[in-house]
């Protein structure tokens, strides 16, 4: 058979297109947006910027990281109830630079199974979008379900695993992390400065730097074991960094 031929421009046109093509998809709301009267990401990084960056510069030189920096990690504690922030410069030295209270957020220890459970989810995550138009201030959207979530969901025949989890303002939460409006300013204006190509999310049940899991009064499926391991060792990473959690961070 025949090999067919690609002329190498093509290929390097497809792979342009395949880099460039999120943010051309970005560009496209944002210009949607603009139509429909709507506020962009650009403009709330006008109205709330320069704000935002008087509260979090202080943090990140106090953690000898520059500001913004070259990669976010945003760690999601449920029995803690709290938000860490840990970031990096150029060094790739992940640093702590502090902690956010969750204000509000509905189920219990476990993974999100299905639609409707009103649980947060557990796992790694990415940083989806930024909605500057949310009914709760400001959002950041998570992947959830992600490709392990929908695997596994294939595996247990559960054929409505749920999404649209967010990060976001307000006090009241119904399987996203409510943080408070002046929170959801920060994590906004942080992520879209920042890049939301350059954030990971870990979303765990318990510290696991700091305890195990308690003991339930209700079952958990048999793949958290193995799903937990995997939230252990990331937050291990953690341990690492030259500053360390602490309650003055909130």
């Not at 421009?9 to 603009?34: D, W």
């Not at 947060?120 to 959002?139: D, Q, W």
Request: charged share 25%; glycine share 8%.
């Amino acid at each position: 058979m025949k090999k067919l031929y690609i002329p190498p421009i093509i290929v390097g046109v497809a792979a342009m297109a395949f880099v460039f093509r999120t943010h051309l998809q970005r560009s496209i709301v944002e210009a949607i947006q603009v139509i429909q009267g709507k506020k962009t990401v650009s403009e709330r990084l006008v109205e709330y910027g320069q704000t935002v960056r008087e509260r979090l510069v202080p943090y990140f030189e106090g953690a000898e990281v520059s500001y913004p920096p070259e990669r976010i990690v945003f760690v999601g504690l449920k029995q803690e109830n709290v938000l860490e922030v840990w970031a990096c410069g150029r060094d790739k030295q992940l640093r702590f630079i502090r902690t956010y209270p969750i204000l509000a957020a509905s189920g219990r220890l476990g993974p999100k199974l299905e639609e409707g459970d009103g649980q947060v989810p557990e796992g790694i995550y990415r940083i989806e979008s930024l909605n500057p138009n949310s009914a709760f201030h400001l959002s950041l959207r998570i992947n959830y379900p992600n490709e392990s979530d929908l695997a596994q969901a294939r595996r247990d025949e559960r054929t409505n695993p749920g999404g649209d989890i967010m990060i976001h303002g307000s006090r009241a939460s119904i399987g996203c992390l409510a943080m408070g409006n002046e929170a959801a300013e920060d994590l906004f204006i942080l992520a879209a400065e920042t890049g939301i190509d350059n954030i990971s999310v870990i979303l765990s049940p318990v510290d696991f730097r700091k305890t195990e899991m308690p003991e339930l009064t209700y079952p958990l499926p048999r793949w958290t074991d193995a799903l937990y391991e995997q939230i252990r060792k990331e937050l291990m990473k953690l341990t690492d960094g030259r500053l360390r959690p602490s309650k003055s961070g909130i």
